[in-house]
């Protein structure tokens, strides 16, 4: 089947805008992971869904960031008020659980923001 | 001047030989750890994964050897190919949920 689909793959936004960033995980999936990573440096965890809830938001940066997954499949990432260090690729995963074992989690090929 | 984090290590190998990618984590309450591959542009790919009741574990060309000791994890690609050049990353999981990314290892293969 399909693997992890992120739309848009680019997206450039002017400063305080609003945006929205889609990932459709691979059927079945029931945990679903957003990373964020900058040039030069490994995805950085921002949060996870376990089916349609939020179980882990730590690391969202504040408030201005906030990811919905209302029936347990397509999620997406909402950032209000963007800022020029926004700028960053999103990276969306998903695995067939989560939980302290850990399980392979399969990545999209990421959104890339540009917040001019 | 420029962030220390755009210069990523990087190794480089000649066609044939052998790489070995060096990765130390940082919570010994870990018990599950991946490498993945990035290519330019793409996401992260899995390759190869490990728990803490093993210390070794070998697929098609890659084997990662975890030494819970020192907290050090390390990748090992057998007859390197081109195609293997890439950004390696290793993950581990901090006994939660998520993954834990390290900073990354460039490899470089030449011909």
């Known amino acids: 089947g399909a693997g992890v689909s992120q739309t848009p793959s680019n997206k450039v936004t002017e400063k305080g805008k609003y945006v929205e960033l889609r990932c459709d995980p691979i059927?079945?999936?029931?945990?679903l992971y957003w990373y964020r990573q900058s040039l030069g440096q490994g995805p950085e965890f921002l949060i996870y869904?376990?089916?349609?809830?939020?179980?882990?938001d730590s690391g969202l940066p504040n408030d201005r960031f906030f990811a919905v997954r209302p029936e347990g499949s397509v999620s997406t990432l909402k950032i209000q008020r963007t800022e020029r260090g926004d700028s960053a690729v999103y990276l969306c995963?998903?695995?067939?659980?989560?939980?302290?074992?850990?399980?392979?989690?399969?990545f999209g090929q990421g959104t890339r923001l540009t917040v001019v | 001047g420029e962030s220390v984090g755009l210069h990523l290590p990087t190794l480089s190998v000649q066609e044939g030989d052998n790489s070995i990618i060096n990765c130390a984590y940082s919570?010994?309450?870990?018990?599950?750890f991946i490498w993945y591959k990035q290519e330019s542009g793409k996401g992260p790919q899995f390759i190869i994964d490990?728990?803490?009741?093993?210390d070794k574990r070998q697929g098609q060309r890659v084997t990662v050897l975890l030494n819970k000791t020192v907290k050090h994890l390390s990748l090992q690609i057998a007859a390197t190919q081109p195609g293997d050049s890439a950004v390696y990353f290793c993950?581990?999981?901090?006994?939660?949920?998520?993954?834990?990314f390290g900073t990354g290892t460039r490899l470089q293969v030449f011909p």
């Open positions: 995963a998903s695995s067939l659980s989560a939980g302290t074992g850990g399980t392979e989690a399969f």
């Open positions: 059927s079945g999936h029931t945990a």
């Open positions: 869904f376990q089916g349609t809830g939020a179980a882990d």
């Open positions: 919570n010994s309450a870990s018990d599950y």
């Open positions: 490990i728990r803490s009741n093993m």
């Open positions: 993950a581990e999981n901090g006994n939660t949920d998520k993954l834990i």
